[in-house]
């Protein structure tokens, strides 16, 4: 089994990107009070160059953490590039084999009025926190699952095709978590029911845009890639479109309401022909006076406020038919409605209802 984790974990690695720390801070800036006396656990993140590793811990006093434990697999292609870590000489060629690091105290240890990561390359020394291998650094490896117990929150960006078993266990464990992911893992069987029961949401960054990230060296081909910058630290920055933040971590945002304009017609909104409800192509869009079901696009996760709207469902796929979809014109489970004549399947939505619509 360790044999068969540890090469699930370097296969995974091949669609892997690490996130930017610009990106860390404007998400992670909405969560503040939730970290304040916890112990947070990155498993997926290289302490070498992790930039989630470096947030945390050089905003460990800040956030008032009670312990940081970071985790990556065995070799990194990264490893060495800012905080040389070794368990001799810091100035030697690191060993690209996995680590963990656990810090439970970070102070200006070096007398320059600022915590900086030479703080806790120095503390890394001592015996004020701890520095050890792995035997894989997967995170299904029973060492790495006892580090995930101890843990209150889960932040990290896990290798997208794990998606489904990396969430999968984060929930079996009941742990509270901040994590990246494409978009697409919104329509998978594990997790559009979390969704639906209100467990799990999506976190403070809005859909579209995708997210710049950057691509390790080795996995980089010029050929295979239309667009591409490269940062003043030479690495390779380029947009992954659909990615997203996961979380059950509360925020503002999803308590906003969202402000309906529009009036609902049967002249504007289609209904469908396999399922009774309306379908609204853009969540701009939503009736505030409808009271029935209605098929609108996956972007309203971005704006969904669960006092507001109640989710019924998924209009595609096999989940659909929990909701009680029938065949369309194609044999398929998906949403279709009828228009000037000719039946069309809208792409992918989600079945909400409005838990208190108004007449004006």
């Known amino acids: 089994m360790a044999n068969k984790n540890l090469n699930a974990a370097k296969t995974a690695k091949k669609d892997e990107f690490y996130t930017q720390m610009t990106d860390i801070e404007r998400e992670l800036q909405h969560y503040w009070p939730h970290f304040r006396d916890k112990v947070v656990l990155c498993n997926c993140d290289d302490p070498y160059e992790s930039n989630f590793f470096k947030y945390f811990a050089l905003r460990f006093n800040q956030l008032g953490l009670k312990k940081l434990i970071c985790t990556c697999y065995n070799g990194s292609p990264v490893q060495g590039n800012e905080l040389m870590i070794d368990f001799g000489d810091f100035d030697s060629e690191p060993k690209k084999i ?3 690091v656990e810090i439970t105290e970070v102070r200006d240890l070096n007398g320059d009025g600022a915590v900086d990561l030479s703080d806790v390359q120095y503390l890394l020394k001592n015996d004020k926190n701890v520095l050890s291998t792995l035997k894989t650094g997967d995170f299904r490896d029973p060492e790495c699952i ?4 101890q843990a209150d929150i889960v932040v990290t960006n896990p290798p997208f095709s794990l998606f489904r078993e990396y969430i999968g266990q984060l929930v079996e464990y009941d ?3 901040l994590i990246i992911g494409n978009m697409n893992a919104i329509h998978y069987k594990e997790v559009f029911p979390l969704i639906k029961d209100n467990k799990v949401w999506t976190g403070f960054k809005p859909f579209g845009g995708g997210m710049n990230m950057i691509q390790t060296p080795t996995d980089f081909d010029p050929s295979k890639t ?5 940062n003043e630290k030479g690495q390779i920055i380029k947009n992954i479109m659909g990615v997203i933040w996961f979380t059950n971590l509360d925020h503002n945002k999803r308590h906003e309401e969202l402000d309906l304009v529009c009036r609902y017609s049967c002249d504007d909104y289609p209904t469908y022909d396999n399922y009774d409800a309306i379908d609204v192509g853009k969540v ?3 009736p505030y006076d409808y009271d029935g079901i209605m098929g609108v696009p996956d972007t309203i996760l971005g704006q969904l406020n669960p006092d507001q ?3 019924i469902g998924l209009g595609s796929g096999d989940l659909a038919k929990q909701a009680g979809v029938k065949k369309n014109y194609r044999g398929r489970t998906d949403l279709a409605y009828t228009m000037n004549g000719k039946s069309k399947c809208p792409y992918s939505r989600i079945l909400i209802r409005n838990k208190h619509p108004k007449t004006i």
Do not use: G, V
């Open 98 to 100: 996995a680590y963990k």
């Open 146 to 149: 006892e580090l995930l117990k």
């Open 175 to 177: 742990k509270k978590f």
């Open 226 to 230: 239309k667009s591409y910058t490269i």
């Open 284 to 286: 701009q869009d939503i």
């Open 309 to 311: 709207f109640e989710i």
